[in-house]
């Protein structure tokens, strides 16, 4: 593109209203979801957060010249920021709605909810980063700090409030990308999300006239952005620059990917079937060093792997039991239910359970953070009242588990166990204080999405977690992707979406626990008060020239 179609561009957007301004906020955003997997093309983000600069200047522009707080200008580019979201999210998120077909005779008519009324709901977040970023704004490259305010901060609101829903978040368009990603050891997900909207939005900055003081123009923060894109490369670059990470003495690990979606085969009356695949796959020679189970200590099945509640069924357990032998131990998703008493319901938690031939079920966690209309239904009440019920079949949906909880199974390090969902909440896979735990194991049910964007979201997002807590990560999910993954964020090995299997390896070492992994807060935190600093020290010098 030359110059001159860049600053045609940049006018079309900064001119336009209605209609015209929210369709071009629309397109941008469903551009920008190209950044995330399995596209991963992370020069897509640049054309939302251009966007975005030029959006909110043509707001900006129809202020009155000294107006302190320019609210009818803020509801403007909340309404911009709610098109570009509501683009972005459906772009990203459209395959949620394949979880409505597992049972389309009940759910076919919640897919525009999912693909549509949840886009809907999440683009209020980023309306809301666009009012802030207005309010802060004001001529000059410190604009860039507005944006990154208003948007890094209700990003982060957009992964807390209600249980939080973080998926897709800005930053990852950096944290897809392996070599990019090592910052997140430094300033995790929500840190990324700060320095995602600064670097990609930059360019917008091209369209400034030139300035006569040197340091301050909109050419020289480019460059002065550039420079830090190509730090974040270096570092990352300089990260990965060592060799492969060492495996944990004496394990031997089996993970089993049975390819298995949650349709009507996958019910009770299919229970032995079920079992009978899972064990004849687990024993499954993959080597002359690997001729089946005798030859594993650890075997990992994938969350929901069960039509019925394991530790209550003894035929199941027995079969398991004999089939484990007197070595190998088994660690694998399951619904766990604590039973009726003195007339309350019985409890139900979506659950990874480690078992032995010795003891049997020995150890659980159950799962902390639960998919809302998936595993629960919010405002339980009022809803079904109106006939809605959650996806998963359960009386009453999941209850969340205890928090801060490390599984210990012989012979692995301390383990942090994440079921599903989990792995997507930056700075909550590890529980604070106390022992650092040596690995992350998440097991997964990826069926209800087949084959579409989720999976490969989901993994890289996983993977995300490793990197920031220098922590290798362990994943088994019914189908795709099913991976072994070193603190660095390398894959070691997987198995690829809609593939039945086993895939054997060992455990690499933890490395030393990350800057992000001991303070969690602290990067994140510091970069919304330098960038609030700067976009109000911008606002405030704006204002004393009589600009707004």
Request: charged share 15%; with cysteine; aromatic share 10%.
């Amino acid at each position: 593109m030359t110059f001159n179609a860049f600053g045609k561009a940049a006018d079309l957007v900064i001119l336009s209203s209605g209609w015209r301004r929210r369709g071009i906020a629309f397109l941008a955003g469903a551009v920008g979801a190209l950044a995330m997997a399995p596209v991963d093309f992370f020069p897509a983000m640049l054309v939302p957060m251009m966007v975005a600069v030029w959006l909110i200047d043509g707001i900006a522009a129809g202020s009155a010249s000294g107006r302190a707080f320019p609210l009818t200008e803020a509801r403007e580019a909340a309404c911009a920021g709610w098109w570009l979201g509501f683009g972005y999210f459906t772009a990203g998120l459209w395959w949620l709605g394949a979880a409505m077909l597992v049972d389309a005779d009940q759910f076919a008519w919640a897919i525009p909810l999912a693909c549509l009324g949840l886009p809907a709901v999440l683009a209020c977040f980023t309306a809301g980063g666009f009012a802030a970023a207005r309010l802060l704004w004001s001529p000059g490259p410190v604009r860039l700090l507005a944006l990154a305010t208003g948007i890094g901060g209700f990003e982060w609101l957009r992964g807390h409030v209600a249980t939080g829903f973080p998926w897709n978040e800005f930053g990852m368009a950096l944290g897809g990308n392996l070599v990019l990603a090592q910052s997140a050891s430094m300033v995790g997900l929500y840190g990324l999300n700060f320095i995602a909207v600064v670097l990609f939005a930059a360019p917008a900055l091209l369209r400034d006239p030139p300035s006569r003081q040197r340091f301050r123009g909109g050419a020289f923060a480019v460059k002065l952005c550039l420079a830090a894109f190509v730090v974040l490369g270096a570092f990352g670059a300089v990260r990965l620059s060592g060799g492969p990470v060492e495996d944990v003495p004496g394990v031997k690990l089996r993970l089993m990917q049975p390819n298995l979606r949650q349709d009507k085969f996958f019910s009770p009356e299919n229970k032995d079937k079920i079992l009978d695949r899972y064990l004849s796959l687990s024993d499954r020679a993959t080597s002359p060093q690997t001729t089946g189970i005798a030859d594993v200590t650890h075997l990992v099945w994938p969350e929901s792997a069960f039509p019925f509640i394991l530790a209550r069924d003894a035929e199941a357990l027995a079969r398991i039991s004999k089939f484990l032998g007197p070595k190998a131990i088994l660690m694998t998703g399951a619904a766990r239910m604590i039973p009726a008493t003195r007339g309350e319901p019985p409890v139900f938690y979506n659950s990874i359970e480690a078992m032995d031939q010795a003891r049997g079920i020995f150890a659980d966690y159950d799962k902390v953070h639960l998919v809302p209309f998936g595993e629960y239904l919010p405002f339980d009440g009022i809803l079904r009242r109106l006939g809605l019920r959650n996806l998963v079949h359960i009386p009453g949906g999941f209850s969340p588990g205890p928090t801060g909880r490390l599984m210990t199974i012989p012979g692995l390090p301390p383990i942090a166990a994440l079921v599903c969902y989990e792995a997507a909440f930056s700075g909550e896979v590890v529980p604070p204080g106390g022992e650092r735990p040596g690995a992350l194991l998440n097991v997964s049910d990826d069926g209800w999405y087949g084959d579409t964007a989720g999976p490969y979201q989901h993994f890289s997002q996983a993977r995300l977690r490793a990197i920031e807590e220098g922590l290798p990560l362990v994943r088994a999910a019914t189908t795709g992707i099913t991976a072994f993954v070193d603190p660095y964020g390398r894959v070691v090995s997987s198995l690829p979406l809609g593939v039945e299997g086993v895939l054997d390896g060992g455990l690499p070492k933890s490395i030393a626990a990350t800057p992000f992994a001991r303070w969690p807060l602290a990067a994140p935190l510091g970069l919304f008060i330098l960038a609030l600093a700067g976009a109000l020290a911008g606002r405030t010098r704006a204002a004393s020239f009589g600009k707004d």
